[in-house]
Antibody, heavy 121, light 108 residues
């Protein structure tokens, strides 16, 4: 059973870069059957998709965040990572990583437990 | 751009049936997925491809999709079903996925 676990600093200063890692266990990130994605949720608000990566390294980002987002993959460690630059208070959120099921359409299953990142000086 | 519209809240008594809608222009032509998010927890997939259930999800959870409305139906509602529910569509890997704004289900 695949499990995902986010890790990284819980506090980031404004204008700096937010960096998170998602570790996948119980399955290989190199499986060609899935994408790997980041999603965030500001406190008390809904879900916002950030982007996804394929094991080969190909990516697709939310157009509204594209200029600030980089997602990378390390297949040797079975991990993928998120970098979000020039953060502001509006980037304060719980950040989730999730596996993307690739079929005729696409959905997220499972999700990591999430990690709260606060942007504050 | 395409928008998914959910009612902010739905209330239902225990044992009754809850119906949570997700509206979108001709959403019946898309596949809709549903997630349950309990307070302080990550979302969990409860229905995919309009009406299929992942293993481990009770049969009380079902979905339908036609016209401009997709519906998540929860039969014989229990106190433990109290949560936020989100619909989601994603038809192409070259388009971004969309989430509805979420519906808070309150069990009276």
């Amino acid at each position: 059973q695949v499990q995902l676990q986010e890790s990284g600093p819980g506090l980031v200063k404004p204008s700096q870069t937010l960096s998170l890692t998602c570790t996948v266990s119980g399955g290989s990130i190199s499986s060609g059957d899935y994408y790997w994605s980041w999603i965030r949720q500001p406190p008390g608000k809904g879900l916002e998709w950030i982007g996804y990566i394929y094991y080969s390294g190909s990516t697709y980002y939310n157009p509204s965040l594209k200029s600030r987002v980089t997602i990378s993959v390390d297949t040797s460690k079975n991990q993928f990572s998120l970098k979000l630059s020039s953060v502001t208070a509006a980037d304060t959120a719980v950040y989730y990583c999730a596996r993307v099921i690739v079929g005729a359409t696409y959905w997220f299953d499972p999700w990591g437990q999430g990690t709260l990142v606060t942007v504050s000086s | 751009s395409y928008v998914l519209t959910q009612p902010p809240s739905v209330s239902v008594a225990p044992g009754q049936t809850a119906r949570i809608t997700c509206g979108g222009n001709n959403i019946g032509s898309k596949s809709v997925h549903w997630y349950q998010q309990k307070p302080g927890q990550a979302p969990v997939l409860v229905v995919y491809d309009d009406s299929d259930r992942p293993s481990g999800i009770p049969e009380r959870f079902s979905g339908s999709n036609s016209g401009n409305t997709a519906t998540l139906t929860i039969s014989r509602v229990e106190a433990g079903d109290e949560a936020d529910y989100y619909c989601q569509v994603w038809d192409s890997s070259s388009d971004p996925p969309l989430f509805g704004g979420g519906t808070k289900l309150t069990v009276l």
